[in-house]
């Protein structure tokens, strides 16, 4: 089969119809790349090094803009205000979760003083980027996806705190869905102004970690009144511009996914093996309906032994009739050596071949 665009392998497991090879998408964190060139890759751009697939992300921000400044700096750490309140540490030399110290908006007061501070701007939106790669990116048959930023994950993990948003979600349901209402309108608006200007994208998508391992944050029924009608809008606005939609939402959130599947969802990562999300029984219950980003438990990346045989195995069950991109089922930490991410590449390239001619 003649190689494919991104574009066009992207679209054709959206249709859940073979192409030329499944697609991979996926995200190494900086120290990984970092090790892969001392160990030979010979540039840090590795989706060129490996001719993995073109993808572009258009997002916005959408944040109440609260004031950024630092509040320590040592060697090792950085601890620094951001613009939706919270007081968080990084670290310098390694790449993990952001470390949430305290938090502005943790009432349902706090949050009135400062909801009003969001709202649409050009100013919010890329435009220089755009401007100077988005001609490329259709040429070079890139796969375009616009972002949204909005729901239980940003708000618990970057607004208000865990344990702050779980229990206003059972005690103050009103909070709760007008801070989800306001995310999301004002992301809309501001994609809405990116759509208008030409730079149109193929593919909506959002992040909304709703599980950890074994479990969901809250039960089904909360997730239906208080959550579902903003995935909903999400999902009704992408298909109103002719995009199809992707959930990222880590942790086992099997219990949801068929009320994201009724609700017309078309794509959904990272499918976290290590949580408890079981990627062949969804590829067997809603292979037909529902495109699967990732499956392969990144843990096992680096122990060849495991990984490159269920490669073998379940990738070419994902594949059928399309509907899947690989991927790790969270991202690729520097345990993983460039030996072993080659081995995987080429494995998955090879069995996740459809082979054939080109329709």
Same mark, same amino acid.
């Given at each position: 089969?003649?190689?494919?665009t ?15 090879r499944?697609?991979?998408?996926d995200?190494?964190?900086?120290e ?6 001392r160990e ?5 751009d590795y989706?060129?090094y490996?001719? !993995?697939d073109?993808t572009a992300?258009i $997002?916005?921000?959408?944040s109440?803009?609260?004031p950024v ?7 090792d ?5 951001t ?5 968080? @540490? ?6 993990t979760?952001? =470390?949430?110290? +305290?938090y =502005? ?10 909801r009003d #501070?969001?709202q649409?701007s /050009? ?14 990116? @259709? ?6 996806t616009g972002? !949204? ?6 708000t618990?993990s ?6 702050t948003?779980?229990?206003?979600m059972? =005690? ?6 007008d801070?989800f209402e #306001?995310?999301l309108?004002l $992301? ?7 759509? *208008?200007?030409?730079?149109t ?6 992040? *909304? *970690?709703?599980?950890y ?5 809250f039960s089904?029924?909360m997730?239906?009144e ?6 909903? @809008?999400a999902?009704?606005?992408?298909h109103?511009?002719g %995009?199809?939609? #992707?959930?990222?939402s %880590?942790?086992?959130i099997?219990?949801?996914v068929?009320e994201?599947? +009724?609700m017309? !969802? *078309?794509?959904l990562?990272p499918?976290e093996?290590?949580?408890g999300?079981k990627?062949?029984?969804?590829k067997?219950e809603?292979?037909?309906?529902l495109?699967?980003?990732?499956g392969?438990?990144?843990?096992e990346w680096?122990?060849p =032994?495991?990984?490159l045989?269920e490669?073998? @195995?379940l990738?070419?069950?994902?594949k ?6 690989f991927? +790790?089922?969270?991202s690729?930490?520097?345990?993983? $050596?460039?030996?072993d991410f080659? /081995?995987i590449?080429?494995a998955?390239?090879?069995?996740? $071949?459809?082979?054939g001619?080109r329709?």
């Amino acid at each position: 089969m003649t190689a494919m665009t991104s574009h066009e392998r992207f679209s054709r497991m959206y249709r859940h119809q073979d192409a030329d090879r499944v697609p991979v998408l996926d995200s190494p964190w900086h120290e990984t790349i970092e090790r892969w060139v001392r160990e030979g890759m010979t540039t840090p751009d590795y989706i060129e090094y490996f001719d !993995l697939d073109k993808t572009a992300y258009i $997002s916005t921000d959408n944040s109440p803009r609260l004031p950024v400044r630092v509040v320590e700096e040592t060697d090792d750490y950085v601890i620094k205000t951001t613009p939706w309140g919270a007081t968080r @540490r990084n670290f310098k030399h390694a790449t993990t979760t952001p =470390e949430n110290l +305290s938090y =502005e908006v943790n009432t349902p007061d706090a949050w009135a003083k400062i909801r009003d #501070r969001m709202q649409p701007s /050009d100013d919010r939106i890329p435009w220089d980027r755009l401007r100077r790669d988005y001609k490329k990116w @259709r040429e070079e048959g890139y796969w375009i996806t616009g972002g !949204l930023w909005f729901g239980f994950d940003i708000t618990h993990s970057g607004m208000v705190g865990t344990e702050t948003l779980l229990m206003a979600m059972y =005690e103050e349901p009103e909070w709760v869905t007008d801070m989800f209402e #306001r995310e999301l309108d004002l $992301s809309l608006k501001l994609l809405e102004r990116v759509w *208008d200007a030409g730079y149109t994208f193929d593919e909506l998508h959002w992040y *909304d *970690d709703m599980g950890y391992k074994n479990t969901q944050f809250f039960s089904l029924q909360m997730y239906r009144e208080l959550l579902k009608p903003y995935h909903q @809008r999400a999902i009704d606005w992408g298909h109103a511009h002719g %995009c199809v939609v #992707r959930l990222h939402s %880590c942790g086992n959130i099997m219990p949801l996914v068929p009320e994201l599947v +009724s609700m017309g !969802l *078309d794509g959904l990562n990272p499918l976290e093996v290590k949580a408890g999300m079981k990627p062949e029984q969804l590829k067997k219950e809603f292979g037909d309906r529902l495109l699967f980003h990732g499956g392969f438990n990144v843990v096992e990346w680096d122990k060849p =032994e495991i990984i490159l045989p269920e490669i073998e @195995r379940l990738v070419p069950i994902l594949k059928e009739n399309g509907g899947y991109i690989f991927a +790790s089922d969270h991202s690729i930490p520097p345990h993983v $050596s460039f030996r072993d991410f080659s /081995d995987i590449i080429a494995a998955v390239k090879r069995v996740g $071949s459809y082979g054939g001619k080109r329709e």
